[in-house]
């Protein structure tokens, strides 16, 4: 299943508020999940099946979408969101995940 | 606290093999799958394998199939990864990471990652 993220890169200021779009190739129900990955750290999982939000992630953040169509929703960015943000499908093996967003301070 | 710690990275030619250990503590290891899962310098994250709970299932990734084995020993609460016949392509850090629950193909806790370079 191929995951396809957009766009790749992101440019925003603290305070916007910005979406993030994740397509998958086939239908994987809400098996969608969202990491945030900061630079030479290793990813954090923000939201899993589509919409759950998990344990300690702040609320600004959120998630949508089932079937092919997802997205992530920051609703107000703060100094610590700057990062790259990766979908990934475990609807069926092999996992895969988008090229990642690149989210960049403006 | 949930802690997942990888070694044996580093550098090595290509054809020669390598294992990547993660030791994993702060949870009981025998409830959860567990993955590795791999990022070329520069790239996106690329899944490689899992194992599930009970050891019973294991599945890779098409590009690693037949090359690396997923392995674990519960006694040592460790997670192994055997990589043979490395190419230039493996080249990437590698994290071992925790199945979110059972042997979900999501990941919850991640190690810190240890470099693999595949070299002449």
């Known amino acids: 299943i191929q995951m396809t993220q957009s766009p790749s890169s992101l440019s925003a200021s603290v305070g916007d508020r910005v979406t993030i779009t994740c397509r998958a190739s086939q239908s994987i129900s809400s098996y969608l999940n969202w990491y945030q990955q900061k630079l030479g750290k290793a990813p954090k999982l923000l939201i899993y099946a589509a919409s759950s939000l998990q344990s300690g992630v702040p609320s600004r953040f959120s998630g949508r979408g089932s079937g092919t169509d997802f997205t992530l929703t920051i609703s107000s960015l703060q100094p610590e969101d700057f990062a790259t943000y990766s979908c990934?499908?475990?609807?069926?093996?092999?996992?895969?995940f988008g090229q990642g967003t690149k989210l960049e301070i403006k | 606290q949930v802690q997942l710690v990888e070694s044996g990275g580093g550098a090595v030619q290509p054809g020669r093999s390598l294992r990547l250990s993660c030791a994993a503590s702060g949870f009981t290891f025998s409830y959860y799958g567990m993955h590795w899962v791999r990022q070329a310098p520069g790239k996106g994250l690329e899944w490689v394998a899992v194992i599930s709970y009970d050891g019973s299932n294991k599945y890779y990734a098409e590009s690693v199939k037949g090359r690396f084995t997923i392995s674990s020993d519960h006694s040592k609460n460790t997670l192994y990864l055997q990589m043979n016949s490395l190419r230039a392509e493996d080249t990437a850090v590698y994290y071992c990471?925790?199945?979110?629950?059972?042997?979900?193909?999501?990941?919850?806790?991640w190690g810190q990652g240890t470099l693999i370079t595949v070299s002449s």
């Open positions: 990471a925790k199945s979110a629950w059972g042997s979900s193909g999501n990941f919850d806790y």
């Open positions: 990934q499908q475990s609807y069926s093996t092999p996992y895969t």
